[in-house]
């Protein structure tokens, strides 16, 4: 990976190969890696899938579970070489899921964009690199309630923004990696 600091982010479906390719960029990195994980163990399934995640992991790599404020987080634990961040689409959820019922459109709407911002800026405000894994929800059907609809949309929004400020994004198709967009 270049010297340079980077905003690397990696899109795709699920199972799609983005975890494992983006793991395996920085394995070979010699600055240090803090693993972000969003994802909450919520059911047995889960579970396996995180221990599974984790086993994967090199021995070495820093780990800062943060399911919201997850760009104050990351600046608090002030990483050095690079920012590992799995996933936005779990963010997404956990920024759902907060939120008092029924949910508001709007006030998602007003949540998602806060956590994204943070996150922006707290890339801004450190010399750590990142790459940020997040899946490409809108290229299936529409989802037959106003809950899904807006997590679709919002997650759709948040790719877009971070899109925007990447330096280099990936989308992963079968396991294979296409860069869309390189500074």
Not at 118 to 129: E, M, N, P, R, V
């Amino acid at each position: 990976m270049s010297a340079k600091k980077e905003l690397v982010l990696v899109l795709g479906g699920a199972r799609s190969g983005k975890s494992d390719w983006a793991q395996s960029q920085l394995e070979t990195c010699t600055r240090d890696v803090l693993f972000v994980a969003t994802a909450t163990a919520g059911d047995e399934e889960m579970r396996s899938r995180i221990q599974k995640h984790r086993a994967s992991r090199p021995a070495h790599w820093q780990t800062l579970e943060a399911q919201l404020n997850v760009g104050q987080a990351i600046v608090a634990a002030r990483p050095q070489g690079w920012v590992l961040l799995d996933c936005v689409t779990m963010l997404a959820s956990n920024v759902l899921f907060s939120l008092p019922e029924p949910v508001v459109e709007m006030d998602y709407q007003n949540a998602m964009q806060a956590e994204i911002e943070a996150l922006i800026d707290a890339w801004h405000k450190q010399d750590a690199s990142w790459m940020l894994i997040s899946n490409e929800v809108g290229l299936g059907l529409v989802p037959p309630n106003a809950l899904s609809r807006y997590y679709r949309d919002e997650l759709g929004r948040a790719n877009q923004r971070l899109a925007k400020v990447a330096t280099k994004v990936v989308f992963m198709v079968a396991g294979i990696p296409m860069v869309i967009k390189e500074l």
